[in-house]
């Protein structure tokens, strides 16, 4: 099993930034990429942006060139700096894991954008 913590979430204003991290436990091995989401309320779970094994990485045309995700495979977590943020982006965000297994999930962490 893998095991997923999210933290950095917060309150910023519009025009600010954020670094949110999903540090990884468990069965890491069998972790294939990681992926950030997010959900509003109201609105369906959405892909924010998810990065392979090799780095590969793909955003959300809403997020591209505001929002970076990375990793760090010694430290098992992968980070999401979010950069230029709107009232938009406001949501409850969570990281994923892919594995042959199925998608663990974190338990989320909050983010709020003023205006």
């Known amino acids: 099993q893998v095991q997923l913590v999210e933290s950095g979430g917060g309150l910023v204003q519009a025009g600010g930034s954020l670094r949110l991290s999903c540090a990884a436990s468990?069965?890491?091995?069998?972790?294939?990429?990681m992926g950030w989401y997010r959900q509003a309320p109201g609105n369906q779970r959405e892909l924010v942006a998810h990065?392979?094994?090799?780095?590969?990485?793909n955003y959300a045309d809403s997020v591209k060139g505001r929002f970076i995700i990375s990793r760090d495979n010694a430290k098992n977590t992968v980070y999401l700096q979010m950069n230029s943020l709107k009232p938009e982006d406001t949501a409850v965000y969570y990281c994923a894991a892919d594995t042959p297994y199925g998608r663990p999930w974190g338990q989320g962490t909050q983010v709020t954008v003023s205006s």
């Open positions: 468990g069965s890491i091995f069998s972790i294939n990429g």
């Open positions: 990065i392979t094994n090799g780095g590969r990485t």
